[in-house]
């Protein structure tokens, strides 16, 4: 299994916006090859540190799906949010792989 999150901090009262957005998304990755889950993680002591947590089968099918047209797509998107803050705003990438359960 491979495991990526992606962390991003935002203005703490945006909070309940950007939330509003992952749970409106596309779900574009959920037929992804590979794809086993989405979760959106917000800690618990700094409201405006999100983590989207995404599980894949392998590296292979996360590689793959991040340069698909589907992937690329979606992200141009983002960038084109009226709320110029919000759509600038860069994640750290973190990439996982599962070595014991």
């Known amino acids: 299994m491979y495991i990526v999150h992606s962390v991003v901090t935002i203005p703490e009262e945006k909070s309940d916006e950007v939330i509003g957005l992952y749970k409106n998304r596309s779900k574009l990755v959920d037929e992804a090859e590979g794809f086993i889950s989405f979760k959106l993680l917000q800690n618990r002591h700094k409201a405006g540190e999100l983590t989207v947590q995404m599980e894949w ?29 919000l759509a600038n705003i860069k994640a750290r990438v973190h990439q996982y792989k599962v070595v014991a359960t």
């Open 57 to 85: 089968e392998t590296e292979k099918d996360y590689l793959d799906w991040i340069r698909s047209d589907d992937f690329k797509r979606i992200h141009e998107l983002e960038k084109k949010y009226p709320d110029k803050e």
